[in-house]
């Protein structure tokens, strides 16, 4: 189905073409080698796109993504942001959207992992390990790790799970020498974020990354989303020093998940979204950025 962007960007000059869970791609003749990626209020969980959106996601996500690109000093797909978009965008769109280099993506999901939580804590209860790197015995959910650890998935199509790989099985689909790279700059690119995040009273849990080549340079660049709420789990550090039940709770959608998980068995199509929860979790990205953006 159409929407109001894609009209108003086809009289632009950008054609619609993928739409991802939350991202929607356009190319244009007059741009070669450029994306325009706009990110929308859309929201998932359990694989399903839900109803109603989050107000104002889509230009938080992008507006923290824009910031940790010019914090972090790695090579990055951005070519174009807001504001300047703003002189060739609508006003809705712009501060959603960026113009990216078009890349040859790695079918990676570069997940660094500092705690043990989500899908790692359930997989180190079976298995004492995550993603094939063993871990010690006698953790509990939320413990920090003794050292950040690299553990890839393999990237699904839309609508189907990730599937977590070992350090071997990804070398096997990108090749030894780029899979190395791509988890030494994962692990740098945590250290360095970390770090950041620290200064302002947050602990980052875990993140994922995502890296293209560009075919022009045959350079390895940062790509897609980076640090958001959408990629990473970060905790407030106070409540997570001072213990409790709520010690885990992120700045993401897992408001959302929770409700869900409480009031749908996950067959059919998912209930509508109650005004109670969207507007918890839109505070909750809106206080993320803005812990971030001002300097401490």
Same mark, same amino acid.
């Given at each position: ?12 000059? #950008? ?44 230009? !938080? ?10 914090? $972090? ?6 070519? @174009? ?39 790692? #804590? ?22 920090? $790790? ?94 997570? @020093? ?16 929770? #409700? $869900?998980? @409480? ?9 509508? !979204? ?23």
């Amino acid at each position: 189905m159409k929407t109001v962007a894609d009209s108003r960007l086809e009289a632009l000059g #950008w054609h619609h073409l993928y739409s991802g869970k939350v991202r929607d791609l356009y190319e244009s003749g007059s741009h070669p080698g450029r994306l325009l990626v706009v990110t929308s209020d859309r929201v998932s969980a359990f694989d399903h796109i839900l109803e109603p959106g989050i107000p104002g996601k889509g230009a !938080l996500l992008t507006q923290l993504s824009l910031w940790w690109f010019g914090k $972090l000093g790695e090579p990055t797909h951005l070519a @174009a942001a807001h504001p300047s978009l703003g002189e060739h965008l609508p006003d809705e769109i712009a501060p959603r959207t960026m113009i990216v280099h078009a890349l040859d993506m790695f079918p990676i999901e570069c997940v660094v992992r500092g705690y043990l939580a989500g899908s790692g #804590w359930a997989e180190y209860r079976v298995t004492q390990s995550v993603c094939g790197v063993p871990l010690p015995a006698g953790l509990e959910e939320g413990d920090e $790790l003794p050292e950040p650890i690299f553990t890839p998935a393999f990237k699904a199509p839309m609508g189907e799970h990730d599937e977590n790989i070992t350090f071997e099985r990804m070398a096997e689909i990108v090749g030894d020498a780029d899979a190395v790279m791509l988890r030494d700059a994962s692990l740098r690119i945590f250290m360095t974020a970390s770090a950041i995040a620290a200064e302002r009273g947050i602990l980052l849990a875990d993140s994922k990354f995502e890296f293209g080549r560009d075919p022009q340079t045959g350079e390895a660049v940062l790509a897609d989303e980076v640090l958001t709420s959408d990629s990473s789990r970060y905790w407030d550090a106070a409540t997570y @020093a001072a213990g409790g039940p709520g010690r885990l709770e992120s700045y993401d959608k897992q408001i959302v998940r929770d #409700w $869900l998980a @409480a009031n749908w068995d996950k067959t059919g199509d998912p209930p509508e !979204l109650p005004a109670e929860i969207v507007e918890r979790t839109a505070a909750r990205y809106r206080e993320l950025v803005d812990r971030f953006l001002v300097e401490p």
